[in-house]
T-cell receptor
Framework: GEDVEQSLFLSVREGDSSVINCTYTDSSSTYLYWYKQEPGAGLQLLTYIFSNMDMKQDQRLTVLLNKKDKHLSLRIADTQTGDSAIYFCAETASARQLTFGSGTQLTVLP | EAEVAQSPRYKITEKSQAVAFWCDPISGHATLYWYRQILGQGPELLVQFQDESVVDDSQLPKDRFSAERLKGVDSTLKIQPAELGDSAMYLC???????????FGPGTRLTVT
């Protein structure tokens, strides 16, 4: 079945850039998403990219997609303490249900 | 900004009791989803509605879980009887298009003792 993998933890210094990586197995994935979850809260949709794109930028967020390697990344520029959270990668294809990774815990150090 | 509403936010119940969660999706969103999220994992789909119809409940433990969306708007998820392993966050989401751009509510944290 479909699988989405993420590294569990990432620590960065405030003001640095963060890069969160994700790999997926389904070559037919059409949309790939990044969600943010703060402690005790629901998931916030940050951004998504369609599979025919290789990059999407939205303010401090840059999503890169390497379809050949099935690799997705989220870069957060000028990372702030408010960016500390768990970040989930998710994918879907042809209206199939979303498949989520296990999440990457981002810790921003002062 | 429109949001998905859920209640209660927290629920503590004893094993074998019944528990129910409520969700009100973003107005106009025909597709509604219930997810279960175990600590340290990503959400897993329990049931998906298109309007009032269930379109996917393949992961719903039907011996104890039930879900309804009678008028195609708000929805209720019920567990009866609750088991210790049901302790988790229950998330509701909605979208305009099936599977795409899902917006999540704040969740209900269930603890079964």
């Amino acid at each position: 079945g479909e699988d989405v993998e993420q590294s569990l933890f990432l620590s960065v210094r405030e003001g640095d850039s963060s890069v969160i990586n994700c790999t997926y197995t389904d070559s037919s994935s059409t949309y790939l998403y990044w969600y943010k979850q703060e402690p005790g809260a629901g998931l916030q949709l940050l951004t998504y990219i369609f599979s025919n794109m290789d990059m999407k930028q939205d303010q401090r967020l840059t999503v890169l997609l390497n379809k050949k390697d099935k690799h997705l990344s989220l870069r957060i520029a000028d990372t702030q303490t408010g960016d500390s959270a768990i970040y989930f990668c998710a994918e879907t294809a042809s209206a199939r249900q979303l498949t989520f990774g296990s999440g990457t815990q981002l810790t921003v150090l002062p | 900004e429109a949001e998905v509403a859920q209640s209660p936010r927290y629920k503590i119940t004893e094993k074998s009791q019944a528990v129910a969660f409520w969700c009100d999706p973003i107005s106009g969103h025909a597709t509604l989803y219930w997810y279960r999220q175990i600590l340290g994992q990503g959400p897993e789909l329990l049931v998906q509605f298109q309007d009032e119809s269930v379109v996917d409940d393949s992961q719903l433990p039907k011996d104890r879980f039930s879900a309804e969306r009678l008028k195609g708007v708000d929805s209720t998820l019920k567990i009866q009887p609750a088991e210790l392993g049901d302790s988790a966050m229950y998330l509701c989401a909605s979208s305009l298009r099936v599977a795409h751009e899902q917006y999540f509510g704040p969740g209900t944290r269930l603890t079964v003792t």
